[in-house]
């Protein structure tokens, strides 16, 4: 007798990190430099308590916290949320452009990844395809696989997207036929996963100029998906206008943003702004997923950014990230071979290692089983590149982060991950 | 230019009672027997605050509750709600088949609609079938629709499903070749939305026996999805055990149940015992979605079963819908033409009333544009039935929820409907 798995529940695959954090919670010894969890020692217990108490004492506030809402989110809770966004876009000017943050055109949802996940299922049949950025955040690549969709990689540089390489690829993709397929591209705008990158506002502006320019052979819109997940974990460096602020935004740009990073993922609330028509087909799917993100937490978000104790929060958290990102900084420059290539992000939770193109940091490789047998963890890069025809998949990088480790695991685990690479790459050299 | 939604978006249909949740809130007069709402008196404001204090107050169980965790949820609540529900299963004797309620294939998700989604999910491809009670839960109408599947009903008595129907439906299936496209048979086996039905233990048995027997033609697994969201709300008689307690269970059986609508809709989380093929499909599928719900919420409910709280909390709610359903009885029997056929229920949040079959119900009919017009609404019982060309979608029932309204608005909107009965079925009945 076959098994009665739908074709999405045979191809679901196995999270590729998910026997990763086995390793590390059956070893205690084990130092993770894998895990993207936030600091533990900066999770706002005193706050939430403060909000949770207040809401939950009078049964004004505390009955509609505990019942059922709209499926949307709360309507307090998306006011907040816009006018949040339209500050940190810098587009507080009253009058100017406030449909841009638009609190209709918001929704609260179990994190951003759920918004990704509905994202594609309003999107994309089996066989589209959407473009990410190469490397890219994994667990949106598990979402396009287990849907039958394809990824096409776009390369990647220190300020964000390489847009001649995007024309390329959207124009290949037109002479192949497949441009009729591609529905949207997905940008990790800020201190990428897993690259740490940033991409520049003259680039967010240039993508939505090209996929504008391929609508018409494509024969449909292509939206430009902006996952702002790391946005709020900044330490260093100016705010970079999202991909709202561009000319035509409101019709194309779908933003995603989350509270789990810079407040609480135990708390796991993200939000998003839709153009209008994708606002809607969301929305009813998320109908049927759940209608509506619980109401305790969208209470407890509210009252953390109307009393201004969210943003006070995000600043601490700030330096504390800078900190701990000068700290590994410190540690690789000192233990890591000079020909390993640091990408250094101003942001998020990770850093980037390029070592030599010859030496596979994969799962199977021996920089991979000689680290885990010295108890230290990081991913292996090949996990964030798309199967892409046009391209060998690199297996040369990692990923390591800075976030969940406390500063004297973070040295630690940097030595011995560079002692391991030393042994590998057979270099000796005086540090 | 098309819009570049995909099939499933763009069939993604409002949900059906939106706007009549929209009437009741713009219209403040409005009583609303409609929604599914829990009483929001009997919220638990007190003890929810209790128990997040001291989950916050210290570092130890605050930082967990506020990190990320474990896809399947925390191992703290799947256990508890394992033994939960050993117990309401009397299944309670040491070494008596433990293995029926493991913990391990117990899964924590957000609400139960969120694990009735991704079983769906794991089971379904477009064409497939789903055979459901006739009528049943329309959101889980909403899933298939959206998914393009074919939900096919099986008649419902007083004490659940007419067995012998489904027999007839499964063999009219096997000759048509439609069989090999059964997944699943979805059963709200307490206090049945709509219709407030609790089927009995030997139908449970008696529906996987079947499902079995037909097994072997489909060329798959048939699964039983029971639906036990309305069980803990039983004011009269005495618990029905389960289908897992059913022989062959482990291996066919997926059991639904939440803490929405015993505890709080706002903390919103649900659980279910999955046979292990599909626990696997389903976590995985969980993984892409939001990979766990929010621990913050998982600690609350733990703690609330964990210090006996939560039983405590039961009992009173059970006291709470047993009196209002007492009071809608009688404004029942005061009220409504005794050519009415009311079905009363002995838990959960519906009674269901059966018009002679000439008089509409629908959201189209007299009956509901004059209750609209005096201001009550109830839920037309055409929306709890799936497309089926076996049948004429019935459309002269009504359900009617004691849920949310007042003691007193429960007593006017009888009132008011049964006016509304009155005039349309011309019948002049002294009260």
Not at 79 to 95: C, I, S, V
């Amino acid at each position: 007798m076959k098994n009665a798995l739908s074709a999405l529940g045979r191809r679901t695959a196995p999270p590729p990190i998910s026997w990763l954090m086995q390793a590390a919670l059956s070893r205690p010894q084990m130092i993770s430099l894998a895990a993207g969890f936030t600091d533990s020692a900066t999770l706002p217990l005193k706050i939430s308590r403060q909000v949770l108490n207040r809401v939950l004492r009078s049964s004004k506030t505390g009955q509609p916290a505990l019942q059922y809402g709209i499926t949307a989110g709360e309507t307090n809770l998306r006011q907040l949320t816009a006018r949040h966004l339209q500050k940190l876009d810098g587009n507080g000017t009253p009058g100017r452009r406030p449909q841009i943050h638009s609190w209709e055109r918001t929704m609260i949802t179990g994190g951003s990844q759920q918004l990704l996940y509905m994202t594609v299922e309003a999107l994309c049949d089996e066989g589209d395809i959407v473009l990410v950025e190469d490397p890219t955040y994994f667990v949106f690549l598990s979402i396009l696989q287990s849907r039958g969709l394809r990824a096409r990689g776009v390369r990647l540089e220190r300020d964000g997207l390489n847009l001649a390489h995007l024309e390329t690829v959207l124009q290949r993709l037109k002479k192949s036929g497949g441009l009729r397929r591609v529905k949207a591209l997905y940008l990790i705008s800020y201190f990428h996963n897993p690259t740490g990158v940033t991409t520049s506002f003259g680039k967010k502006r240039g993508i939505l100029k090209l996929l504008k320019k391929f609508e018409g052979a494509a024969g449909h819109p292509i939206y430009l998906i902006e996952d702002a997940a790391y946005r709020e974990l900044r330490f260093k460096g100016p705010d970079i206008r999202s991909a709202l602020m561009a000319p035509g935004a409101a019709e194309r740009v779908l933003y995603t943003g989350t509270y789990s990073k810079p407040y609480a993922p135990g708390a796991r609330v993200g939000f998003g702004i839709l153009p209008e028509r994708l606002f809607t087909a969301v929305q009813r799917i998320k109908g049927n997923h759940d209608f509506g993100t619980a109401n305790l937490l969208q209470q407890l978000l509210a009252g953390e950014l109307e009393t201004g104790l969210y943003d006070r929060h995000v600043a601490k958290i700030r330096t504390r990230y800078g900190q701990k990102a000068q700290i590994m900084k410190q540690a690789l420059t000192r233990h890591f071979p000079s020909n390993v290539e640091i990408w250094e992000s101003g942001g998020g939770l990770y850093f980037w290692a390029r070592l030599p193109k010859n030496i596979s940091t994969g799962v199977k490789s021996k920089v991979f089983r000689t680290a885990l047998k010295n108890d230290v963890l990081y991913v292996p890069g090949e996990l964030c590149y798309a199967d892409d025809p046009a391209r060998r998949k690199p297996d040369h990088e990692m990923r390591l982060s800075f976030g969940s480790a406390s500063e004297e695991n973070l040295r630690e685990g940097i030595k011995r991950l560079g002692a391991v690479l030393r042994e590998v790459l057979g270099t000796s050299e005086v540090v």
